[in-house]
């Protein structure tokens, strides 16, 4: 199965979800408490998502724990869906088939181990989310045959955090913000959205920094509408110093990560590729430098002149 193509909404699950602190609050936090019980989760282990080969194929995050007083072992499998794709399931069940076969290929072992599958979605109605193999058959032609036990039927974890879902927001406060982010994700009106953020905010009374930054720039990623500014402005106004602070640090980066792409365009046009160590020195460089940069390359008449004005 090829590699998935990143979006926005892909991007921030796994900059989130990918961290060991995250998903193991989430899975504390969402798991049924059966699970929950007999998990050990100070054994949470991030393995690899993709592999390489004739026989690749790409997850979205996969964790390893174990379970039964250590003598098993289990994995947690997140497949991340921001829309209704009528084949999650049947990619899951890709996965884990080729998950077993890696296991028995790579060691000895008597039992295969747990696998729990969970998909984890924010694409709106969720009742119409096919969520179990079975799904995918005719459900008259199974009762009226006795076809089920034939069937490789699993179901998924399945959690909806839909803006229009009725899931609560559990876990530690990095989560409720990651999973905050996700539910208003989808929000048409955008005005709303600034609105949830503001509220929430708020309600918790400050976020974690890194986390509410990785989320203003997925917003601002998968939304062309959202402004930093007017979002920093509605937080000053709260008296939200601290987080408005976040947000204008946040779209400083952003100006110039992009003020540094359309320099090195114009470099590469006008001079071709500039060696290592230059490249480096406008990699480091603040805004304001980049800014300069981008006008003075417009007047200099050689590489050599321009060279000389980064370094000084």
Same mark, same amino acid.
Request: proline share 3%.
């Given at each position: 199965?090829?590699?998935?193509?990143?979006?926005?909404?892909?991007?921030?699950?796994?900059?989130?979800?990918?961290?060991?602190?995250?998903?193991?609050?989430?899975?504390?936090?969402?798991?049924?408490?059966?699970?929950?019980?007999?998990?050990?989760?100070?054994?949470?282990?991030?393995?690899?998502?993709?592999?390489?080969?004739?026989?690749?194929?790409?997850?979205?995050?996969?964790?390893?724990?174990?379970?039964?007083?250590?003598?098993?072992?289990?994995?947690?499998?997140?497949?991340?869906?921001?829309?209704?794709?009528?084949?999650?399931?049947?990619?899951?069940?890709?996965?884990?088939?080729?998950?077993?076969?890696?296991?028995?290929?790579?060691?000895?072992?008597?039992?295969?181990?747990?696998?729990?599958?969970?998909?984890?979605?924010?694409?709106?109605?969720?009742?119409?989310?096919?969520?179990?193999?079975?799904?995918?058959?005719?459900?008259?032609?199974?009762?009226?045959?006795?076809?089920?036990?034939?069937?490789?039927?699993?179901?998924?974890?399945?959690?909806?955090?839909?803006?229009?879902?009725?899931?609560?927001?559990?876990?530690?406060?990095?989560?409720?913000?990651?999973?905050?982010?996700?539910?208003?994700?989808?929000?048409?009106?955008?005005?709303?959205?600034?609105?949830?953020?503001?509220?929430?905010?708020?309600?918790?009374?400050?976020?974690?920094?890194?986390?509410?930054?990785?989320?203003?720039?997925?917003?601002? $990623? #998968?939304? *062309? &509408? @959202?402004?930093? +500014? /007017?979002?920093?402005?509605?937080?000053?106004?709260?008296?939200?110093?601290?987080?408005?602070?976040?947000?204008?640090?946040?779209?400083?980066?952003?100006?110039?990560?992009?003020?540094?792409?359309?320099?090195?365009?114009?470099?590469?046009?006008?001079?071709?590729?500039?060696?290592?160590?230059?490249?480096?020195?406008?990699?480091?460089?603040?805004?304001?430098?980049?800014?300069?940069?981008?006008?003075?390359?417009?007047?200099? $008449? #050689?590489? *050599? &002149? @321009?060279?000389? +004005? /980064?370094?000084?």
């Amino acid at each position: 199965m090829p590699e998935k193509t990143n979006t926005p909404h892909d991007d921030f699950f796994k900059k989130t979800f990918g961290r060991v602190d995250i998903s193991r609050n989430f899975l504390q936090s969402y798991l049924p408490q059966n699970l929950r019980e007999f998990v050990d989760f100070s054994e949470l282990d991030p393995r690899p998502i993709s592999y390489t080969g004739k026989n690749s194929y790409y997850s979205d995050l996969l964790f390893k724990s174990k379970i039964g007083d250590k003598k098993y072992g289990v994995y947690f499998l997140f497949e991340h869906k921001s829309y209704n794709d009528k084949w999650s399931v049947m990619q899951i069940f890709n996965y884990l088939a080729r998950i077993w076969m890696r296991e028995k290929r790579t060691k000895r072992i008597k039992s295969l181990s747990f696998i729990i599958p969970i998909l984890f979605y924010h694409g709106g109605n969720g009742s119409l989310v096919i969520k179990s193999f079975a799904e995918y058959f005719d459900q008259n032609m199974i009762e009226n045959y006795d076809l089920n036990k034939y069937l490789p039927d699993f179901e998924t974890v399945f959690y909806d955090f839909s803006n229009d879902a009725n899931l609560n927001l559990l876990g530690d406060r990095k989560v409720r913000l990651t999973l905050k982010f996700f539910k208003i994700s989808k929000i048409k009106d955008i005005k709303v959205v600034y609105q949830e953020i503001i509220s929430f905010v708020i309600s918790e009374n400050g976020v974690d920094r890194d986390i509410f930054y990785l989320g203003l720039n997925y917003i601002a $990623d #998968s939304r *062309e &509408e @959202f402004n930093y +500014y /007017i979002l920093n402005e509605r937080l000053k106004y709260e008296g939200m110093k601290k987080e408005a602070d976040i947000v204008i640090s946040a779209a400083d980066k952003l100006r110039t990560k992009e003020a540094k792409r359309i320099l090195l365009k114009q470099i590469n046009f006008k001079f071709g590729n500039l060696d290592p160590e230059t490249i480096s020195l406008i990699n480091n460089a603040k805004l304001e430098k980049i800014e300069e940069l981008s006008e003075k390359i417009l007047t200099v $008449d #050689s590489e *050599e &002149e @321009f060279i000389n +004005y /980064i370094k000084h």
